[in-house]
């Protein structure tokens, strides 16, 4: 493990990987939990340590989400990073898409909002 340390003696985290050398076999849409509108939906990704990831949430009735929660992220130390955002409660139930970019590999699957509930 590189560790890079800064003058004071602490260590300092490495600039995100953006790089093109992630696979596809690299990142995991590990988790993608839909919700009912008035409560959070949530996604995690797996990637390797310190990648800059974005996230796209595309509601039910093809609009995007822009939401501050879903700023792009790095992923950890373990390499996760996870979002949570609120769903609207005005926001049409049925079957929306969480699309994750690490690295320039996307992984996207299917949400459910309000469905099954």
Do not use: F
Request: hydrophobic share 40%; proline share 9%; charged share 10%.
């Amino acid at each position: 493990m590189l560790m890079l340390l800064a003058s004071c003696g602490q260590v300092a985290t490495p600039p995100p990987i953006l790089s093109a050398t992630i696979t596809a076999a690299d990142i995991v849409l590990s988790s993608v939990t839909g919700a009912i509108p008035g409560a959070s939906a949530s996604a995690t990704v797996v990637a390797p340590p310190n990648t800059r990831c974005t996230i796209a949430y595309t509601m039910p009735d093809g609009r995007e989400g822009q939401l501050p929660s879903l700023s792009p992220k790095t992923t950890d130390m373990h390499g996760k990073a996870t979002w949570t955002w609120y769903i609207a409660t005005n926001t049409p139930r049925g079957t929306g898409m969480v699309a994750v970019t690490c690295g320039g590999v996307t992984r996207s699957e299917r949400i459910l909002i309000g469905v099954g509930e």
